[in-house]
């Protein structure tokens, strides 16, 4: 039997079709050829082959992608032609290519110049009958956009890791995955203190929760959020920074992470609240200033408005401050500014600001109160003033002229509860200061008026309303006209008569007075410059000057102008000054020393109300002092004023200066002078003060004192 027929046909077929597919799989030289072909293609590398010279002798199809040259530009050429192997940027020995190796750096240069940076791994060729060197097979493995994106990550890494600003990456769940070192520095946590918990960490519990839902809400959305945040350090400290959040996207527009910049903004917010601490505090009592006091008011108003209630401005003005200043400097000044600060604020509620708004002016703001508050209030801001201050090792007493204005009734406007507050406070001040007066619409109609009469003193000079009128001063021992007083007056169009002790202070606060008295002294010294033909050429003109005047640099020159244009002598004119004046350290006694040493004399008018003194005396050339009529009443009497009359004439033969009465009104009172050996007097006696063209008629020369009783 054949023994094929004992077999499985499955068998028969299997092995047969298994022959054939061995036959079929069983690659021939040029399947082999074909196959390395096809994969030399595929490879991303340079394939090469070289000779035991090093010559290139085969070179694959990529690298005219890699380095711009075609394989047959460079067969024949050796590999050092385009190269050179490298080791940390340095040139390094070549392998040996007996022996394998694998990715060795080479820095090529391609055709445009540009480096490509190889890595190459090599096989030795060898005879296998003679066991000899014949070449070599590698590969060069392009790692130029490789090294240029580690170099470029590299880059990013460092700078996120340097940043000076602190930077945190988190999952989209929001645990940390990365913190630089600036966020370990200004934190005080170490990165594996954070990793894998949550920026919560960081919370102070001062920032509002609104806040970070606001921010979560805005970044689960897939936006950028920015704020500031106030946190804590791990030691507890706080501190500002500004924060930027950014979420991180994947190709699909999904958020993976978020990575938050945050810069510590502590110190700029130090610089910034106390730019604004400074912009709103007064820097001599560290109480609010104006602008923060205007914006308190109007706080104020807008929640009285809501509430219904009522409210209280008080102006509080320290009374003749300025003396203060004067006497004992600015920085005693500012001791006693910021104790009065200190007493206004025991004065009133917590909840009330007091405010300093310049100089010697303060206010009060008072909301939801009643009337019974406010004059409680007053009450104990008069009696906060009740004791002396201590500055430069004295006493003083420094009284307040209060104002009060009370909203809504007065107004519902900062500017209008402001004007109302002041006006009341100039009502104090014209009855006396240390007192409390309560806004009342009338006031309004005295400031508006006082404002209309302010706008007419200044076109006064240019219709001729001023007009000089002269008071004679007599010589007592012999009855002898020896001199005048120049006395200003203004005749209005509009207002009538208007009597000095109103418009001379208008003139001064509106700075009117420089005018006013360039125009006194040059009318004053041409009408002396008539008289001294019949007076006699020692006839003395004296002129009243204002502190305002003496300030100007020009005063000096003024004066010296004006006499010689006028044709009088430097003797024929006394400036008179008044005894607070003495004390203004402003005041240039330059300009005085220089008129009296030409022969200009000097006197202080109303000796006696002010802070008299020695020392005041010995800084300026004064010739003259003049007796204030106040202390008259009472001479003949022989009471107080006799006791101080005596006083003054006594210290002035000391010091060899003359005594000028004022208001000499009685004979009793002249005899009383003559007594006290008074060198001259001036007063209704003998006339009061009369136009130019009355008062020889009045007093004709040579004549005695009239007799007027």
Known sequence: MDILAKIPPQHLIHQDLSGTLRTALTPNDADNRQRLTDIVRLVSDIVLEMDRNLSLTYVSARSADILGYHPWEMVGRSLFAFGRFE????????????????????????????????????????????EVFVGVRATAEDLTRRRSDEERLSKLSMAVEQ?????????RNGVIEYVNQSFVVTTGYLSEEVLGRTPAILKSGHMPRSIYCDMWKALTAGQQWRGELY???????????YTVISP????????????????????????????????????????????????????????????????ALLMIDLDQFKRVNDVLGHIAADTILREAGGRLTAAVR?????????????????????????????????REFGTPFSAAGHEIFVTPSVGVTVFPDDGRVPSDLMRNADTAVYRVKEMGGNAVQFFTPDMNQRANERARLEAGLHHALDRGELQMYYQPMIDI???QVTGAEALMRWNSAEFGHIPPDRFIPLAETSGLIVRLGSWALKTACLQAAEWRDTLGPNFRMAVNVSPRQIRQREFAELVLR???????????????ITENLLMDSKVPSGHLNRLRSVGVSLSIDDFGTGYSSLSYLKRFPVDTLKIDRSFMSDLAG?????????????????????????????????????????NFAQGFLFSGPVPASAFLETLPKGTTPLNRT
Request: hydrophobic share 40%; charged share 25%.
């Open 638 to 678: 022989r009471g107080t004023d006799a006791a101080l009359v005596e006083t003054i004439i006594s210290m002035a033969q000391c010091l060899k200066l003359q005594v000028v009465a004022e208001g000499v009104e009685t004979h009793a009172q002249l005899e009383a002078l003559k007594t006290l050996q008074c």
């Open 562 to 576: 004006t006499i010689e244009d006028t044709g009088i002598l430097p003797h024929n004119i006394e400036i008179e």
């Open 231 to 241: 946190n804590r350090k791990k030691s507890g400290e706080g501190y500002w920074e």
């Open 87 to 130: 080791r940390d940027l340095h040139d390094a020995p070549p392998p040996d290519w007996r022996h394998p190796f694998r990715d060795m750096p080479f820095l090529a240069t391609a055709r445009d110049g540009s480096p490509r940076h190889l890595l190459i791994s090599a096989l030795p060729m060898f005879d296998t009958a003679a």
């Open 248 to 311: 991180i996207l994947d190709k699909k527009n999904v958020i993976t992470h978020f990575v938050a910049v945050k810069e510590n903004v502590t110190e700029r917010k130090k610089f910034e609240e106390e730019r604004l601490r400074q912009g709103n505090e007064d820097a001599v009592t560290g109480l609010p200033n104006r602008v923060l006091a205007l914006d308190r008011l109007e706080q104020t108003l807008v929640r009285i408005q809501r509430t219904g209630s009522a409210g």
């Open 477 to 479: 021992a012999s009855g």
């Open 163 to 171: 940043n000076p600003t602190a930077v945190v990456i988190t999952d």
């Open 350 to 382: 917590p909840e009330d600001t007091v405010a300093r708004l310049g100089g010697n002016e303060f206010c009060v703001i008072a909301g939801d109160c009643n009337a019974g508050d406010v004059e409680g209030m007053t009450r104990r801001i008069l």
